[in-house]
């Protein structure tokens, strides 16, 4: 069955320092989200992309985020200069279309700033 | 603002009985609602989608209501097992209307079935 995979799985950082965080959406997929969660905390919607550009994006999201599909596979989401607060489970999903439809969650990478 | 809210933090039952989890919504009238399943460390798994027009949705053991008038959704796993331990999220779109199904979250509920 196909899936979202994620690297790294856990990544530990200094803080000020840039970090991407990388996924592979399934295939035949059109969106993709990055949603994070704070250890012991909700599931956080962070941005939405579709058809090569930013759709939604919430108020965490701000000037330090950015996203990017380089290729035709990859989904990106750099963090330009981290905070302790960045600290978090960071999740790619994807999507076939938008609207009703659920959403396939990658693992996740484990995002530590020191 | 938009809430989604999973008022029982944990819920621990019996192996065989049917465990009920609870999800409410409040300022809005979401067109769906979406019940996905977490485990430690691990991204959220869809397990069911309920749309506003709809009043039950089952798949296998699962079964999900949506009540508009109460604002709130069940959820059941019947003849729950060991298995079932997970933390299950209810989760709906933000803005409704918009053409993005960018997701909100509950904070979940965490089900222990002991055996």
């Known amino acids: 069955e196909p899936e979202v995979t994620q690297t790294p799985s856990h990544q530990v950082t200094q803080m000020g320092q840039e970090v991407i965080l990388r996924c592979v959406p399934i295939?035949?997929?059109?969106?993709f989200y990055w949603y994070r969660q704070i250890l012991g905390q909700k599931v956080e919607f962070l941005v939405s992309?579709?058809?090569?550009?930013?759709?939604?994006k919430s108020e965490i999201f701000d000037d330090q985020f950015s996203v990017e599909r380089p290729d035709g596979s990859n989904f990106t989401l750099k963090i330009r200069s981290t905070k302790l607060e960045d600290s978090a489970m960071y999740f790619c999903?994807?999507?076939?279309?938008?609207?009703?439809?659920?959403?396939?969650f990658g693992p996740g990478t484990r995002l530590t700033v020191t | 603002s938009q809430k989604i809210e999973q008022n029982s933090e944990a819920l621990n039952i019996q192996e065989g009985k049917t465990a009920t989890l609870t999800c409410n919504y409040t300022n809005y009238s979401p067109a769906y609602l979406q019940w996905y399943r977490q485990d430690p460390g691990r991204g959220p798994v869809f397990l069911l989608l309920?749309?506003?027009?709809?009043k039950e949705k089952r798949k296998e053991r699962l079964k999900v209501t949506f009540d508009t008038t109460l604002k709130q959704s069940l959820f059941h796993i019947t003849a729950s097992q060991p298995a079932d331990s997970a933390t299950y999220l209810c989760?709906?779109?933000?803005?409704?209307?918009?053409?993005?199904?960018?997701?909100?979250f509950g904070k979940g509920t965490k089900l222990s079935v002991k055996p």
């Open positions: 999903a994807s999507s076939d279309s938008g609207g009703y439809n659920e959403q396939y």
């Open positions: 295939s035949n997929h059109l969106y």
């Open positions: 992309f579709y058809n090569n550009e930013i759709s939604e």
């Open positions: 309920i749309r506003e027009n709809e």
């Open positions: 989760a709906s779109r933000m803005n409704y209307g918009g053409s993005q199904g960018n997701l909100i």
